[in-house]
């Protein structure tokens, strides 16, 4: 068994996974489930999950492997393409209805450049129509063309010209007696001409294998960009992509494969989206990615096999329940028929059951133990768990990731001042007329000293539900009792329940999540 100092544990962002020198040991650690066999399903269009939940990895994971005759590109959407498109928007006065368009052109753009000859079933006759069209855009772009958003976006700033070269490539445009005109006031007929050309070649396109096409980065609004503009901007994506997987890639006939677009979102940013039959699609078209577990029942879950796994990575042998090795920590217990905790139930305590969350746990103590000189240990130390500089690093972490989630909706200003609420409080446990009374203090607060009123000081009930939506509280039912039940966002949202609502009763009292104590100034976890 490996030493603590020689313990490799990977990256908490998938992202690493994408290099060529990390690819290896994402391959080695990564473990196959029920979420990625299902994720390559011809009818899945959306990869739900919050943060931390493994959305890129499972992208990444299939980016770096042909997994089951899949190519899938991952592209991620910029700032940088937001700000873009933004003001592509302000200078043509853009509607919903042109943003589905542009979006459509964009992912048709993307999909074509990446389809390469082993992808196809090749005609010894004649050029196909999609290679007339890439030999188009190749020209437009003198053959410096990438597959990314921002460069696609060219096209949509340019389309006369773009219209006009794709229409001297095409089949139309070769043919006699055929007069098209394009002008930059016909924006959206040179949009639509673009479109259908490149739609007209997919569907006579026979592919030996899936393509797929993943969008991550959907879940970073910029600062530049309103919210409501944001919002519109990424359900044009959405409807663009239900379209073209719908009505597009799965009408073409006689291909062994299949065209595919993948959106990966947190569930609160779907909700905000609004689609039409929402519900619907998150059952028939969706994974989510949960990875709830209980204390009882952890040993069996995936949440544990994939921290397992991390552990085994690069051991010389098998090792029987290498996380009790390495954990081999007997903590008190939360629970009377119980003789003692974990070290996996008190993570999965201070954590929102996600692997980051694990990951991190373990980075952290594995940083602190070699700070102190303690490579050469065997174990993880439960001392180094205990002190304050842990507690002070998980909680930091906790916050961010808070403050990522919330950065959504709000600016850093409307941040600070909603982090300025647990000031209020000395206890982490609180009723709602406790609650009530420090929500009046904390909005005079809101009322003297912000510049713009945040909306999430409207109402108290809406506040209670954004604290309990982004996990800062949990709900206790008759808390002190034996029947005592605990309610946390994350444990009751799942793909029939993705808006979970905060109990609000006169038998109902609220917790500070333990991740937050020591930032918050509750304590220790």
């Known amino acids: 068994m490996k030493k603590i100092d020689e313990l490799n544990l990977g990256f908490s962002d998938a992202q690493n996974y994408s290099r060529r020198d990390n690819k290896k040991m994402f391959n080695d650690i990564f473990v196959k489930n029920y979420f990625l066999e299902k994720l390559i399903n011809p009818n899945i269009y959306f990869l739900i999950g919050e943060k931390g939940t493994g959305k890129t990895a499972y992208s990444v994971f299939l980016k770096n492997n042909n997994y089951k005759e899949n190519k899938t590109m991952l592209t991620y959407i910029s700032a940088t393409d937001y700000d873009k498109f933004y003001n592509i928007k302000k200078q043509k006065n853009l509607e919903l209805t042109d943003f589905v368009g542009i979006w459509k052109v964009i992912l048709l753009l993307l999909l074509s450049k990446s389809i390469t000859d082993d992808d196809k079933v090749i005609s010894i006759f004649h050029k196909s129509n999609i290679d007339n069209l890439i030999s188009a855009i190749d020209e437009y772009y003198m053959n410096a063309f990438t597959p990314e958003i921002i460069t696609a976006l ?162 010389s042998e098998q090792i029987v329940d290498i996380w009790e090795k390495y954990l081999p920590w007997k903590l008190p217990t939360t629970n009377q028929g119980r003789e003692y905790d974990t070290a996996f139930m008190e993570f999965l305590r201070i954590s929102l059951s996600r692997p980051r969350d694990i990951v991190v746990i373990l980075q952290i103590l594995h940083e602190l133990m070699l700070r102190d000189g303690l490579g050469d240990e065997m174990e993880f130390s439960f001392n180094i768990y205990q002190n304050d500089d842990f507690q002070n690093a998980y909680s930091e972490y906790f916050m961010s990731s808070l403050k990522d989630q919330l950065s959504f909706y709000y600016s850093i200003e409307d941040f600070n001042h909603f982090i300025k609420f647990f000031d209020y409080f000395r206890d982490s446990d609180f009723s709602y007329e406790e609650y009530y009374q420090l929500y009046e203090k904390f909005t005079d607060y809101i009322l003297t000293n912000a510049s713009d009123i945040p909306e999430f000081v409207d109402d108290p009930k809406k506040f209670l539900q954004l604290l309990y939506d982004s996990n800062v509280i949990a709900a206790i039912e008759n808390c002190g009792e034996p029947n005592a039940y605990y309610h946390f966002s994350y444990r009751e949202k799942s793909i029939s329940n993705i808006e979970p609502k905060v109990p609000v009763d006169t038998n109902v009292s609220y917790r500070f999540h333990y991740g937050l104590y020591k930032r918050a100034k509750f304590g220790r976890f």
Request: charged share 30%; net charge positive.
């Open 154 to 315: 060219k096209i949509v700033d340019e389309t006369e010209l773009a219209a006009k070269l794709i229409c001297k490539y095409s089949e139309v445009g070769g043919k006699t007696g055929t007069k098209l005109e394009f002008s930059e006031t016909r924006f959206q007929m040179n949009l639509y001409y673009i479109e259908k050309n490149f739609s007209d070649a997919i569907r006579k396109l026979k592919l030996n294998k899936n393509v797929n096409l993943f969008i991550d980065g959907i879940d970073v609004r910029p600062n530049t960009i309103p919210y409501d503009d944001y919002i519109q901007c990424i359900r044009g994506l959405a409807d663009a992509c239900w379209s073209l997987n719908t009505e597009l890639f799965q009408n073409v006939k006689d291909s062994k494969g299949h065209f595919k677009i993948v959106l990966l979102l947190r569930p609160d940013i779907y909700s905000a989206l609004n689609l039409q039959n929402a519900t619907n699609k998150l059952r028939d078209n969706a994974v989510f990615l949960d990875w709830r577990t209980t204390y009882k029942d952890y040993k069996t879950s995936n949440l544990y096999k994939v921290s397992e796994r991390i552990l085994e990575y690069q051991q």
